[in-house]
């Protein structure tokens, strides 16, 4: 029985939030070629949905996406066409798990289609951004949380009148508990003019203090506040280190915090409406968004009862995602250790040689033995996963996703887009195979599940049934496929 709770038509406008925002997006804007095999329904669907980064003019920027930066984050137009497909086969009163979750883009689409949600992720700003973008709450704790941002913001700005005023007042640094408050101040101290870093820790400490009385507003207020942190300091970008200098007015930090504010809430507004217009039973309650690895999903959920998973595994050796937070990290007092030590796929692990590579593909593989213990037989699995130079080498996730399968999966349809190459060393890795990034859905067999050791649950996990080799599916172009996004209607975007 399908868990879609309505057709798209029927769930109305979803306005956007004003201003265009800076993309950090997976899926190329530019059209490449797509080839799909498989069941055909499926397939096109699978096309569609990597088609829609490229049609895609409003999805991008509605309901919570827009609010906060992430490296290399599904595209939501493709995430919006991924839901539907992975709802038509899930379990009424199931749940869809994004394992991956990163900045919360599944569970947002997810939770705008009605559906009970849960993502987990190892990165704690990753969790932290979720938890805020799917925050589904009454209207007076949003209320609440529109308040508590102008309250922070009107006090931050006139606490940085007064301090010019009386000819500069000496920084207050905050010290986040598990932090060496001179190794933080060392770190984080060259990116940020003086008078940034001033109202920047101004406004965490205030922050700091609804902390006192109201935690979960106060890591929703957080949200905003890192969303600003690269655009006022010398950092180029989440993913480029390197230091520019930036000219950064007095004041604006406050101002950007406020903003910032406002879109989250105005976001969160329309999600909470839309979740309203389409929710089944059950469905309700707070973001469910737990610190942990992918690996470790059935901890979280019994085995056999995900009714869906939506998910963008990290592209082998592309990104070292722990790198790239690390300033937030640091200035927010975000404990990342774990993060560190368990990243999958991270670009400095392939620089060990073929002993990253050999990582890589054991990771995966217990990866897609934790989502097969998880899912409900005949339940669904959407994979956005791109081939990346890792390493010096060519790495081809479609190959890799089918030689890490167990029986328990099978590949119920595929569809591959051609992406850029870039740089020499890459044209010559790829030869002339072309790089593509890909759109997977695996299949639960309707078989049960055993139990045994299991080395990533334990012994009293569930164990997946022996991996084998899938046949590779044949290939033809999909010239035949729908061009325009299976996507739910969105309104006009609101100016502010």
């Not at 887009?417 to 030869?431: D, S, V």
Request: with cysteine; aromatic share 6%.
């Amino acid at each position: 029985m399908s868990n879609r709770p309505s057709s798209p038509s029927s769930r109305g406008p979803r306005p956007a939030p004003a201003g265009k925002q800076r993309r950090a997006l997976s899926m190329p804007r530019a059209p490449g070629r797509i080839d799909a095999d498989g069941d055909r329904r499926v397939a096109e669907g699978l096309v569609t949905a990597l088609r829609a980064a490229a049609l895609d003019d409003v999805v991008a920027d509605s309901l919570t996406h827009p609010v906060h930066s992430y490296p290399a984050r599904m595209h939501p137009a493709t995430v919006r066409v991924l839901v539907e497909i992975v709802a038509d086969a899930m379990p009424r009163d199931s749940v869809l798990v994004d394992p991956f979750c990163g900045s919360g883009t599944t569970l947002v689409e997810a939770r705008a289609a009605g559906l009970r949600t849960m993502g987990i992720d190892l990165n704690p700003l990753a969790v932290l951004l979720a938890r805020a973008k799917t925050w589904i709450v009454p209207s007076k704790s949003r209320a609440r949380l529109r308040l508590a941002g102008r309250s922070i913001g009107g006090e931050a700005l006139m606490a940085g009148k007064e301090a010019r005023r009386s000819g500069g007042a000496a920084t207050t640094k905050r010290a986040p508990a598990g932090f060496d408050p001179n190794a933080r101040d060392r770190r984080i101290g060259k990116w940020f003019a003086p008078h940034v870093r001033r109202e920047l820790e101004d406004l965490a400490m205030r922050i700091d203090e609804v902390r006192q009385k109201d935690p979960e507003l106060a890591d929703v207020l957080m949200v905003p506040l890192s969303s600003i942190l690269y655009k006022v300091s010398s950092r180029t970008s989440d993913t480029n280190p390197e230091w520019v200098a930036r000219n950064i007015g007095r004041g604006q930090c406050a101002r950007l915090f406020s903003e910032r504010v406002e879109m989250l809430s105005a976001g969160l507004d329309d999600l909470y409406k839309a979740f309203g217009r389409a929710t089944v039973r059950g469905a309700g309650g707070p973001p469910d968004v737990h610190l942990a690895d992918a690996r470790r999903l059935t901890e979280f959920i019994p085995a056999g009862r995900t009714g869906g998973i939506v998910t963008s595994p990290p592209y082998a050796g592309t990104y070292d995602y722990a790198e790239h937070q690390r300033l937030r990290f640091d200035f927010l007092g975000l404990r990342h250790r774990e993060f560190d030590d368990g990243e999958i796929g991270s670009r400095r692990s392939f620089a060990t040689g073929t002993t990253g590579e050999r990582k890589w593909r054991t990771a995966l593989a217990e990866t897609l033995d934790s989502f097969a213990l998880a899912l409900a037989p005949g339940a669904r699995a959407a994979i956005v996963i791109g081939d990346s130079f890792a390493g010096g080498r060519a790495t081809y996730a479609l190959d890799d996703v089918r030689g890490a399968l167990s029986d328990a999966f099978y590949i119920e349809a595929w569809a591959s887009q051609e992406r850029p190459m870039l740089g020499a060393g890459e044209r010559k890795a790829f030869g002339e195979r072309p790089k593509a990034e890909h759109a997977i859905v695996l299949r639960r067999r309707d078989t049960a599940v055993t139990t045994g050791a299991n080395p990533t649950t334990g012994p009293t996990g569930p164990t997946p049934p022996p991996r084998r080799e899938p046949a590779p599916p044949r290939r033809h172009e999909a010239s035949d496929a729908p061009t325009t996004p299976r996507a739910r209607p969105a309104g006009p975007r609101r100016r502010s």
